[in-house]
């Protein structure tokens, strides 16, 4: 009885040791599964490095004024120069709407016209480049086909890239160009008369820059804004005033107008079909004056 005693007594030392080190056990598997989850969802003090270099959105971040701007670049490359302009090639939306749209090529015919000193209703003004076309009115939309690069082809192979200068009317059919009868020349002999086409928009690599160019007539209280020697379309141009950016509404001859006066003389803002926007600061008031600027639209 007493070797029983002792065994039973044992027995419940051994219970009693067992239950009081399993929740000990417990605990540190519990801890050990649960701690590396905890450091990587809370871990906020990584190792220490030297300082990064900040990004664009975070050095946007710091400099309220220049984020809430699209239309000042990062990279200042511009020298001083009136009058002065920033661009924002980064800077993008989405491609403005339109008939003539990048990356599609369109069917139409080809005719020639006598070009004469290379002006027309986009109202440019005479060139020594006479690899110029009329756009269909169709296509020329309302003046928006105007400064366009074309690339045109010719079944037999031939192609040439001119430059939309004029508006061809009816009976001009939507996709056909109306060459200058030199352009013409170059796809086939001017006796073909009419030739089936396929032509694209382009966006060359130009040395030129982008000119700006108030009416006659235009004054502080009506003015008249017309964009020359653009790489890319021009989709729109807005006026600074008072309350801010105006858009200004777009005449079949190439100007925009701010019928009020708003903004005559001050900083306009460009966007081409590809969302880019170019602000250029210093304009003045001169009718019929081409005042250049340093900036262009990137090629694309």
Not at 3 to 14: E, H, I, P, S
Not at 51 to 61: C, K, Y
Not at 66 to 76: G, K
Not at 260 to 267: E, K, M, P, T, W
Request: proline share 8%.
């Amino acid at each position: 009885m007493a070797g029983t005693a002792v065994m039973l007594t044992a027995a419940g030392v051994l219970v009693h040791l067992v239950t009081a080190v399993l929740p000990g056990l417990k605990g540190e598997i519990g801890a050990g599964v649960a701690a590396p989850a905890a450091t990587q969802v809370g871990a906020t003090s990584p190792a220490p490095t030297s300082p990064a270099r900040p990004t664009e959105s975070s050095r946007a971040a710091e400099t309220p004024t220049a984020a809430a701007s699209t239309t000042t670049a990062a990279p200042q490359p511009l020298a001083k120069a009136t009058p002065q302009a920033a661009s924002t090639p980064g800077t993008t939306t989405a491609p403005s709407g339109g008939r003539i749209q990048p990356g599609t090529t369109y069917k139409g015919v080809a005719t020639a016209y006598s070009a004469g000193d290379g002006n027309g209703a986009c109202l440019f003004g005479p060139s020594d480049d006479l690899m110029v076309a009329a756009m269909n009115t169709t296509d020329y939309e309302s003046s928006r086909a105007c400064g366009a690069y074309v690339r045109v082809r010719a079944e037999n192979g031939a192609s040439i890239t001119v430059r939309i200068t004029n508006q061809c009317p009816s009976p001009c059919a939507p996709g056909q160009l109306d060459l200058s009868e030199q352009a013409f020349a170059k796809l086939a002999e001017r006796k073909a008369g009419r030739i089936p086409i396929t032509w694209n928009l382009l966006s060359p690599h130009t040395p030129s820059t982008i000119s700006l160019r108030y009416k006659t007539g235009s004054s502080p209280h009506w003015c008249g804004i017309q964009v020359i020697d653009h790489r890319n379309p021009v989709a729109r141009l807005e006026v600074r005033t008072t309350k801010g950016w105006q858009r200004l509404s777009r005449t079949d001859y190439n100007y925009f107008l701010s019928a009020d006066g708003s903004g005559c003389g001050g900083a306009i803002r460009i966007t081409d079909i590809y969302g880019e926007q170019l602000t250029v600061d210093g304009t003045t008031l001169l009718p019929n004056v081409a005042q250049p600027t340093r900036v262009q639209f990137a090629p694309h």
